[in-house]
């Protein structure tokens, strides 16, 4: 016997008369007298059972959010009774039976409670129209992020979560190694490396949904520890192309997903960034023309990014976006003598003032890839952590480049939401912790002890 013939989002007009099961969380109970009402709800909607005097009884032991079955016969509603926004505003239904399958304790939780409180309980949190549907939107953005991709012949390809620390861009997660007992991997910040190798594999086309870790402070638009991009490289392919694909992928994306949503330009505008310096003074300018309108969306791309960031005080270079980004090739001979001049081949993408990702062209000569390295200011050491990559381009390199969008940073932007953590199902705090599951946590000596590592005293 099934446990719910239906949910609770299903039933109209034209089942009166059916015998049904439903299966859901009590939203709410309303007692009049010998009789009373039981709203169910659950992820498809809510829907009303009359609870005559027979069962009255038992409504009385029934708290917010225990979960019941509910077995009755659906009635129409009488027509001054009718509710049009509830798919189920038709109908009721007539309990004939009510089976408790967990009674709730008194939730812990209510509008007034800290963030804190609210992330501890996420998963009741989370039942929460609003989170439902932001997390049904993500659902259903990834999905046509997937299948666009398919279609145009990408092939989505995981790639290691534990691998090799190395000295760029943020500070790296370091898992120790028992069975390499003082050897540490490192959790992938992106999987920049993985797919520059799987271009020169051979597979022309990549996509992952990836998830990225950075030991960084959390700051509004950015989850502490970890987020996902949609990770994408092609082979043989010009800025112009990576560009267009992108947009193409984004207009489609909002059309379907997010109708309601408005793209203020088509194709998105293209500025250099000394002109938006100049203009904005900041590379990801906001160009909605009405800010407080909810539903316009201001996509922007900037490109033409210096190579560097300006000179550090002991004479070396920091790349802009990434060492194997590509400098344009009328600026190579530059290199030499004004790095700082230097053009690159760097995209981002910015959306509503916010940056939404980036990219480039990469590298794929191992000559200029080393003199970067150089620039950078990296010694024989700092090279040996990339040798993999210098040597993988001696063996036959294609052309390549890619972009890797944040998902929840867009999401976030296209939703219009507060907070990043609304787009995300189980969000770390500000202060990085997974307040819910107590992460991070200490661990038990023994698990020490077989990586052979001593906890220095606290300070
Ligand atoms: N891996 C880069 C990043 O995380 C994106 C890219 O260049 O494709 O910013």
Known sequence: MDIRTHTCGELTKKFVGKKVKLCGWIDSVRQQGKIGFLILRDRYGVTQCFVGKELSDKLADLRKDSVVQVLGIVNERPKNQVKKELSTGEIEI???????????????????ATEDTRLKYRYIDLRKKELQDAIRKRHEAVLFMRDFLDKKGFYEITTPILTKSSPEGARDFLVPSRLHLGKFYALPQSPQQYKQLLMLAGFDKYFQIAPCFRDEDARADRSPGEFYQLDMEMSFVTQEEILKLTEELFVNLIKKVFPEKKITEVPFPRLSYSEVMKQYKTDKPDLRKNKKDSNELAFAWIVDFPLFEEEMENGHYAPMHHMF????????????????????????????GLEVGGGSIRIHDSKIQEKIFDLI????????????????????????GGIAPGIDR?????????????????????????????????????????????LKKKK
Not at 336 to 348: A, I, N, R, T
Not at 423 to 431: D, L, S, T
């Open 377 to 400: 200011g990296f010694t024989k050491e700092h090279k040996k952590y990339f040798n993999h990559m210098l040597e993988a381009f001696r063996y036959g390199a294609p052309p390549h």
């Open 410 to 454: 867009v999401l976030m932007a296209i939703m219009g939401t507060k907070s990043i953590r609304d787009v995300i199902a189980f969000p770390k705090n500000k202060e990085a912790r997974d307040v819910m599951m107590g992460a991070p946590s200490e661990v038990l000596p023994g698990q020490l002890d077989d990586l052979n590592i001593e």
């Open 325 to 352: 980004t590509m400098p344009k090739e009328s600026d190579l001979k530059l290199l030499d003598k004004e790095p700082g001049k230097v053009k690159s081949y760097q995209h981002d993408l910015v959306l509503n």
């Open 94 to 112: 007539k309990s004939e039976e009510i089976n408790v399958l967990t009674l709730a304790d008194p939730l812990p939780l209510d509008e007034n």
